[in-house]
């Protein structure tokens, strides 16, 4: 404790000033204040036990906020290039991203859709991206399947050895030993028991529909 004097227009005043060198605690010694005091509360050795701003014991801590989640990105553009490559294996590569990041564009979706005003603007781009994926993967099995087929009529050794154009519809291309008309069905035999129209003479080559697709054979030279 120390006593301090003051003369105010010739009055004597006597008072007494009290510092705590320690913040003030309530009964049971318990701290009233967490941590240690911020340095500006320090001065000379003294801590003002009225630090503003800190918390009391037992006071809740504030909750942490939720992360806002990033928006998903999904490079469409390069998926895409994926069919333009060299090699079978680009189907599957394809179909393989296409096939990862679809159930994550419907997870998108469905945030989005419970996602208040403003947050949800990207909805409409959002879906449009599925069916855009969808749209790709549709289109990488349909190559796959195609090249599929055109691997096994290949597979069949066909070869023509003469054609007589004539004319559409008049024209005749010898295929191994037989004479062949156009709108002729040939009967491959064999276990798959495929059948194989002859679609179209040309003057070099002969289109036929196998299995669903269209192969070009040319003239053997």
């Known amino acids: 404790m120390r006593t301090s004097t003051l003369a105010v227009a010739g009055v004597v005043l006597c008072c007494s000033l009290t510092w705590a060198s320690e913040p003030a605690q309530?009964?049971?010694?318990?701290?009233?204040?967490?941590?240690?005091?911020?340095?500006?509360?320090?001065?000379?050795?003294?801590?003002?036990?009225f630090t503003i701003g800190r918390k009391l014991v037992g006071d809740?801590?504030?909750?942490?906020?939720?992360?806002?989640?990033?928006?998903?990105?999904?490079?469409?553009?390069?998926?895409?290039?994926?069919?333009?490559g060299d090699g079978d294996e680009r189907f599957d590569r394809c179909l393989a991203e296409c096939r990862s990041y679809i159930p994550k564009v419907k997870a998108e979706i469905a945030?989005?859709?419970?996602?208040?005003?403003?947050?949800?603007?990207?909805?409409a781009g959002t879906q449009e991206l599925?069916?855009?994926?969808?749209?790709?993967?549709?289109?990488?099995?349909?190559?796959?399947?195609?090249?599929?087929?055109?691997?096994e009529f290949a597979g069949l050794k066909l070869a023509i050895t003469g054609i007589v154009a004539r004319g559409r519809g008049k024209s005749t291309a010898v295929i191994g030993d037989e004479l062949v008309r156009e709108g002729q069905v040939l009967k491959l035999g064999g276990?798959?028991?495929?059948?194989?129209?002859?679609?179209?003479?040309?003057?070099?080559?002969?289109?036929?529909?196998?299995?669903?697709?269209?192969?070009?054979?040319?003239?053997?030279p």
């Open 26 to 49: 309530p009964e049971g010694g318990a701290p009233v204040f967490k941590g240690q005091p911020e340095p500006h509360y320090v001065q000379g050795g003294r801590v003002d036990p």
């Open 191 to 220: 276990d798959r028991g495929r059948d194989l129209a002859v679609r179209r003479i040309r003057a070099r080559a002969v289109r036929f529909l196998y299995r669903g697709v269209e192969v070009e054979l040319e003239l053997k």
């Open 111 to 123: 945030r989005l859709k419970d996602e208040p005003g403003e947050a949800a603007k990207g909805l």
């Open 60 to 84: 809740p801590e504030d909750p942490p906020k939720p992360e806002r989640p990033q928006a998903l990105s999904v490079p469409y553009e390069r998926i895409a290039a994926l069919l333009a």
């Open 130 to 151: 599925l069916e855009k994926l969808r749209s790709l993967e549709a289109t990488a099995g349909r190559l796959k399947k195609r090249r599929g087929i055109e691997k």
